[in-house]
């Protein structure tokens, strides 16, 4: 089950996304949601709900989004 990001992941989630799009002309979310959950891992949020919400706004700002495989996790 998705959850709904709090405000500060939802806005960092909008802010790496908008400064993917002045870097790659196609989006990585699990790389980006990767690096959100990163910043955020106390929090303990699934990757798949910070992938979910990337692509989301990503989708909403027309931009392209490609689903690369992750490394497995080890923390």
Not at 40 to 48: D, T
């Amino acid at each position: 089950m998705l959850i709904k990001l709090s405000e500060d992941m939802q806005h960092a989630v909008e802010v790496k996304v908008r400064n993917k799009i002045d870097e790659t002309p196609v989006l990585d979310v699990n790389a980006a949601a990767e690096e959100i959950r990163l910043v955020f891992v106390e929090r303990n949020v699934a990757h798949e709900d910070i992938a979910a919400s990337v692509a989301t706004f990503a989708a909403q700002c027309g931009y392209p989004v490609e689903f690369v495989a992750l490394a497995p996790q080890r923390d």
